[in-house]
């Protein structure tokens, strides 16, 4: 198991970064409010990681703090959820907003995120909502809920270098392509930078 890994950040394509570990390239992928969180390219760097192996691939995947680690382990072991799911989740709503919305059974915010229709997501209440005590109280998160004219566009719109680099991003996060260029061409402003503008694409997609 890699539990930890600090190296020098080599490169940022969101989801995923390249540390460098004394000439060993580490691919990791990260959830967008760990990946808001990383230094510059060039700095060093402290990605806590869990390990997953399958038959077709070994991926890594980091984090900021190890409770979004600790959160995101027992996210996979819910029924129906993977790893890339549990990116997702945790890309698309803070560890702290999560944590919230299965306390408070909110299930209208949790079906607001990629590739959780009301089922599953009523089921993250049942099977998570006692295990995820152990992480302690949040406070109540009043979260707007999606724009349907927003999520259920048909339409993809042209895209520039930063913004077809947020819409890569979050169509790897399980976004649709038309829906990932309606949530970037939203908020899109003239010379934002690739994260700035997923970070928001991401808000006005809850």
Known sequence: ????????????????????????GYEIHMPMTSFYQLPSIGEEVVVFTHFV???????LFGFADKMERGLFRELIK???????????????????QFLSSVQNE?????VSLPGIGKKTAERLVVE??????????????????????????????????????????????????????????????????SESLIREALKAAI
């Open 128 to 193: 998570l909502k006692d295990r995820l005590a152990k992480f302690g109280k949040t406070q109540s998160i009043v979260m707007p809920p999606p724009s349907s004219d927003l999520l259920n566009a048909n339409t993809v719109v042209p895209l520039n270098d930063t913004r077809e680099d947020a819409q890569s991003a979050l169509i790897a996060l399980g976004y649709k392509p038309a829906q990932a260029s309606k949530l970037v061409e939203s908020v899109y402003q003239e010379g934002m930078e």
């Open 53 to 59: 192996v399958r038959e077709d691939a070994q991926l």
């Open 106 to 110: 909110d299930v209208s915010a949790l």
């Open 1 to 24: 198991m890699i539990g930890r890994i600090r190296g020098t950040l080599a490169e940022k394509q969101p989801p995923e970064i390249l540390v460098d570990v004394a000439g060993v």
């Open 78 to 96: 819910a029924n129906g959820v993977g790893p890339k799911l549990g990116l997702a989740i945790l890309s698309g709503m803070s560890a702290a």
